[in-house]
RNA sequence: GGGCGCGUAGCUCAGUUGGUUAGAGCACUACGUUGACAUCGUAGGGGUCACAAGUUCGAAUCUUGUCGCGCCCA
């Protein structure tokens, strides 16, 4: 047996084990185990270059409790990690860090800082996660920019392209004018504030009563390509037909009845430009309306306009001149400013209502959005909206209301999925565009063998560098990260594949996905559409669906309230194990307040369970028992005491009762469940009841030897109920247990070493015995507390009376352990409680306890 | 505005198909150093389960409504 450190020291244990779990290679997938014993985690692989945040340690830590538990309990886990280092986050932390703007910087040389700068960012989540005891396949750790990452994207991109699911478009689209690129609308963020609704009249050609608008973008009137009224609108019969003329740029337009103008809202009239929204892409495709650009790419007013054109007429081409250049060049918040001027000078403001307004911002710019005509790559997702909500179902999301924030956003969807941007950092989109005489702007692509591919400086075959202009756009992060699963088997489909696509076909589809709330509309919709896709299938058979980790106070942790937790500092101070105690607490789904007294159990936990463990192995150790397992070992006349019986078959009940909530994914209901056995019934009782048989000298006699048989399985049984929580101090606990002479030292964390349930014995055997023995001690406790004695004072007699005539049988083998744990010289049974000695009935009031004491004076 | 979740002891939370007297930890009170642990133990006080109505022999649990908090989507 090995010495057992008298106090746990949570930094040396957690050194210890991350060094042997990475020698000997613990958490290995083995690809010669069955097929049917595969458990694949597609673990969703971090942005590095956000920072580290609590928020990662809770939300991998619930996923690798899990991962934990179904390893433990025989699935051959594959649970991969990798970092997702490219794409706009990226290249957002790169120009901060590095203070340049990557648009105006050459693409080599920005992409050489982005990849000078990252590698540290990665460092420390690596880092970070080894710390919290992630059991990741570490062998099989990825970017998502490598050269295997850009070639299954590509190839991802090559299958939908050739499927007709992926296309090249010209047409209005979502723009961050900070970023100058084209986004999706999954990086939209709709924000509050207040605005100003703006009433303009527009003049009636022919004359009478102007048209009164009301805009809130009264600088898009440049681009008004129609007025558009309700048909119920009063004025509706009089102007429908007309055409009216627009201010300062005096274009004419038609005046257009449709009923998706809100007739309360303001005037009851809008203009329609290309575009200000959504609404204005409908109207401008229903009614065929002219494009007319006014902003660029940057957000500001354009310099120059067609206007005057047969397209875009004037009837005052010098005043139209005036008005683009009083507003050229400027932003448009800007421009709005000084147009609102110019309309106010001329009498043309009519009324300023201040109003509510809902202004979609780009998420990660902040910057207010355009709609902008661009040629963009998108895949298809408007018209499979009923198929990707039929993948949706086809997964169990955990916990199942979590689907329906899927479902809204599916259902709520407006645009395809824009995965071109407009930027350096990235997974390059491999097509090319010819410039061969005769086939001018035909696509071509590579051959899934060519992969990866840079179009800027490779060449497709049998082109030379005049023929072909590559694409310079890169892939949307998603794009790239949306594969995860395929980064793993290597294969997006039979014809695509860098690995052995039977390995693709065995572990797809996934058995589970982790993330967490917020990342639902990103990473988890877009793996789906990728997998319904790629091959019409679900990409993993669960979705567990982590919380959000907010302050001690309940609000959310946010750098402009000052209360964000650094998860280094934290871990520091409480060491993994305890940290993880708590995020095992929470149930998945619920966000969970950072509490310290969350963190106080957890450290009294680890600490009871280190003692709890020494006090079995002071026992055990210097015995010469070999013991099996607790059903074989009864089943072989070496448990034979009825409290040992009575203790395992608990034990065993706890075993199936946590075994059952982690297979439902509650493990924060297996961690209370064994936490309550552990406390409750272990330590506050049978470690009582039992420590009389464990001081003997010489050869243990039969009881001894049973108690000492039953300290071993509990304490081995204990240690893995508590393993996938507690990493660390269980598996320095079980190296302890398993002495030197071990040739197979295992981590406790191995496959297969849950507790069986065919090793359990009998969940009832002797429950009554057991529970009738800790009612009377409860009872006994209950009178020395009430005399303010030691539970150690001696004890001349206990009086059990009352209750039914089976309170002997129960009571009857076990004399000596009353004696032995009340401190009782002789057990005595009656049909009435003595008097004048005091007294106290059973927590289950079948029967009252009497203590007559020894007085003080004759203890000895 | 639509949807989802949550309101249980001073605090953080359990309470899984409706079923004795609603639980745990912390905090509080009193006591006890007992051969693993004072990072401990024992005993105790503390709740109209947000509110209201309904279904039922029986409701924290089911239904409806109201109020409050949070989130998602408009």
Redesign the pocket.
Known sequence: MKEFPN?YKPAQAESECLDRWAKDEAFKWDPTAPADSDYVIDTPPPTVSGALHIGHIYSYTQADILARYFRMSGRNVLYPIGWDDNGLPTERLVEKVKKVRGGTMAREEFVALCREVIPPYEQQFRDLFGRIGLSVDWSREYQTISDESRTISQMSFLDLHEKGLLERRLEPTLWDPADRTAIA?AEVE?I?REGKLNQIPFQIEGGGEPAVIATTRPELIGGCGALMIHPEHPRAKELVGKRAISPLYNVPVPIIADEAVDPEKGTGIVMCCTFGDVQDINWFRAHRLPLRVVIDRAGKMKETLEIGSDDWPTLDLARAQSTIEALAGLKAEKAKAQILEILKDEGLLLKQDTTHQ?VPVAERSGAPLEIIVTPQWFIKTLEYKDQILEKGREITWRPE?MR??FE??VE?L?WDWSISRQRHFGVPLPVWYSKRAGEEGRIIVPGADELPVDPTTDLPKGYEAHEVEGERDVMDTWATSSVSPQLNTRAISETYAVGDYETHKRLFPMALRPQA??II?TWAFYTIVKALHHERAIPWKNIAISGWCLASD?S?MSKSKGNVIDPIKLLDEHGSDVVRYWTG???LG????L?P??L??G??L???LW??V??AH?SLSGTSITPTSARADLEAGHIVHPLDKWLLGRLSETVKRASEAFEDY?YA?AL?VAEDFF?RTY??NY??MV?HRT?FEGEPDAGERSALYTLHHASVTLIRLFAPFTPYVTDVLNDIMLGNDTTDPRTVHARGEWPRQDDQIDPDALRARGDTFVAIL?AA??V???L?????AEVESLTISGGEGDIETLIGETVEDIKAVTNARQILRAEHAPDGAPSALSPD?RFTVTLTMVPAAEEG
């Open positions: 106090k609308q709709e509050e809902v209301y329906q924030r809204s956003w709520g407006k709330h917020e509309r309940g959310k607490t929470s149930r619920h966000d969970t307040a509490s007294n969350t106080g159990q450290k009294r680890v600490n009871k003692n709890a020494k006090l002071m509650e209901q209370r406390w330590c506050d470690l009582e420590k001081r409860a406790r209950k020395k507390s009430e303010q004695v030691s539970m150690r009031e």
